[in-house]
Each structure stands twice: as structure tokens, then as C-alpha cells.
């Protein structure tokens, strides 16, 4: 099997150069790997010497190699992720929208307070889909909604007493190194 050594242009290697370093710059990493993998191609390096020095599967070298002779410089930049399809349709994510609006009271909760469990456990009633808690906060600041945590104040307490405490009473109490300790 003949090696296969793609010919360029000397301003197509020069721009490729270019090209490679504004990608490692940009942090743009893998998409830099591929071009340098044509530009020493180019310079006759065979795949296998590639894989070696760039440190990637001969066969992905080979592909990225074939890729840029089929659709150029495109065939190396970074397609479109598309992850996991959303198990809520934008339909199901207003619907639930509207629920958490209404609040936990009018869904026929006790707590006046929504929390990620709760949440996870009405959109696999409503819905039939079960999600973490932790992935609940996420689809959550996707609708829009922030985490709001309870703040600990005593309702009946004196605001100054309080500071006071905080300023001289409480730092006292924090452990101290000793003096006169050998420590």
C-alpha cells in the first residue's frame, strides 16, 4: 500500500502554519492537531510517522488526512455536538415551567419551598422521566430559575446584639495557639 502525501501550495502550507497556531492559541487543540497533521503530511511524513508524533491512532490520522483532501480545511474544524436529545420537549418545559411557578402549595405539596428532589419527583410523575437532583438544578437555570438558599436569622433577636456577639464574643471562642507551647 502506497503512503498517501498530500501536496499543497507553498501560501496553502504558509496559511495552514498560520492557521495551526491561531487554533493552539485559541485553544482551539484538537482542531490544530488535524492541521498540523496535513501540514507534516505535506512535508512527507507518512501516517504512521504522524501517529507517533502527534500521539493520535494511525486511523484517525489516516481520516483527517482524507477528510482534508475531500472537503479542505472544513473537513478538519470542529462539527456540531449534539449530545444527548433533551428528554422534555420545549412543550413539557413550559408546562413545568408553569407548575413551579404556581409554586409547591397549589401542586397539593406541604412545603411552601421547591427543592431538586421535589422537582425530580413531579417531573417523573408529570412526565414520566426521571432525572438526578443534580441534573434537576441544571434544566432548571436553563428555564430561568436561580437556586435560592434560606438565610438563618432569629426572628426575635436584637440586631446590635447580635453584631456584637459576632465581633468580639464569637472571635474569642475560635480556637487560639497557645502560649508557651512547645507547638
Do not use: C
Not at 64 to 71: C, K, T, V
Not at 108 to 113: H, K, N, P, R
Not at 161 to 176: I, S
Amino acid at each position: 500500500m502506497l503512503p498517501r502525501l498530500l501536496r499543497l501550495h507553498p501560501a496553502t502550507h504558509r496559511r495552514l502554519v498560520q492557521l495551526s497556531k491561531e487554533a493552539n492559541r485559541d485553544g482551539a487543540y484538537r482542531v490544530a492537531k488535524r492541521i498540523e497533521a496535513v501540514v507534516l503530511n505535506a512535508e512527507g511524513h507518512t501516517s504512521g510517522e504522524l501517529a507517533a508524533l502527534l500521539k493520535a491512532p494511525r486511523s484517525k490520522v489516516s481520516e483527517w488526512l482524507s477528510r482534508y483532501q475531500e472537503y479542505g480545511l472544513e473537513g478538519l474544524l470542529e462539527g456540531h455536538r449534539s449530545g444527548r436529545p433533551p428528554a422534555l420537549t420545549p412543550q413539557q418545559r413550559t408546562h413545568l415551567g408553569d407548575i413551579l411557578d404556581s409554586g409547591p402549595v397549589a401542586y397539593g405539596l406541604d412545603s411552601g419551598v421547591w427543592t431538586s428532589p421535589m422537582i425530580g419527583w413531579v417531573i417523573g410523575e408529570e412526565f414520566g422521566v426521571h432525572y438526578h437532583p443534580g441534573h434537576v438544578r441544571k434544566l432548571l437555570h436553563g428555564l430561568g430559575f436561580s437556586v435560592q438558599r434560606p438565610r438563618r436569622v432569629l426572628a426575635r433577636a436584637d440586631a446590635e446584639e447580635q453584631d456584637r456577639w459576632h465581633r468580639r464574643t464569637y472571635p474569642n471562642l475560635k480556637k487560639k495557639p497557645r502560649r508557651g507551647s512547645g507547638r
